[in-house]
């Protein structure tokens, strides 16, 4: 089975702190992601990666950067936390060649920031 | 640029119902539609995914047709179970996935 996990269920931070999450995939997968959820807004892509290094802006990328040092990792920063970055925070890896693209999504982290 | 709808936001049935919730995407050129499922407070969860060339999925209890030529997915729960209540989603895309915005689904005891 495919596990992605994400280091934190929940987070409180304050404002201008400089704020990361980590997710870290099993499958030795290359396109990694990092979407936010919002009431009323539903999944919003933030960055993705299709390599080691490589990162790619999504839909919404301001106020974020992202890393990928490692393949199985892949890491989403919050400069300086605003409390309009609060929300739900979704991780997801995908499985490319014969399995077509099914993507996997970690548990979340909820992000609060005061 | 691709949108993906889901109507209605919730639906509440009573245990035991077969039931359809439905997803309709604007560009028919689309490469796969996926169905999520996702509980309260937790990530998502993949249920089914249709390839472009395909025009159905089953596992279990759940069948998802792709129509493109109509724009329209429908995921099929048959005899619907209390377990059963979350949100479901469907999503279209090759890498980066395009949401509707979810069903809540509640089935009542």
């Known amino acids: 089975d495919v596990k992605v996990t994400q280091s934190s269920r929940y987070l409180v931070k304050r404002t201008g702190e400089k704020v990361f999450l980590e997710c870290v995939q099993d499958m030795d997968h290359e396109n990694m992601f990092w979407y936010r959820q919002d009431p009323g807004l539903g999944l919003r892509l933030i960055y993705f990666?299709?390599?080691?290094?490589?990162?790619e802006k999504g839909d919404i990328p301001e106020g974020y950067s992202v890393s990928r040092e490692k393949k199985e990792r892949f890491s989403l920063i919050l400069e300086s936390a605003s409390t309009n970055q609060t929300s739900m925070y979704l991780c997801?890896?995908?499985?490319?060649?014969?399995?077509?693209?099914?993507?996997?999504f970690g548990p979340g982290t909820r992000l609060t920031v005061t | 640029k691709q949108e993906v709808t889901q109507i209605p936001a919730a639906l509440s049935v009573p245990e035991g119902e077969n039931l359809v919730l439905n997803c309709s995407f604007t560009?028919?050129?689309?490469?796969?539609l996926q169905w999520f499922r996702q509980d309260p407070g937790k990530g998502l969860t993949s249920l089914l995914l249709?390839?472009?060339?395909?025009r159905e999925q089953t596992s279990g209890r759940l069948n998802a047709s792709l129509d493109k030529s109509s724009g329209r997915s429908t995921l099929y729960i048959a005899a619907s179970q209390p377990g059963d209540s979350a949100t479901y989603l469907c999503a279209s895309g090759a890498q980066k996935l395009v949401f509707g915005q979810g069903t809540r689904l509640t089935i009542n005891p």
């Open positions: 560009d028919s050129a689309i490469y796969n």
């Open positions: 997801a890896s995908v499985a490319g060649g014969h399995l077509g693209y099914e993507q996997y």
């Open positions: 990666s299709y390599d080691v290094k490589m990162k």
């Open positions: 249709i390839q472009s060339s395909q």
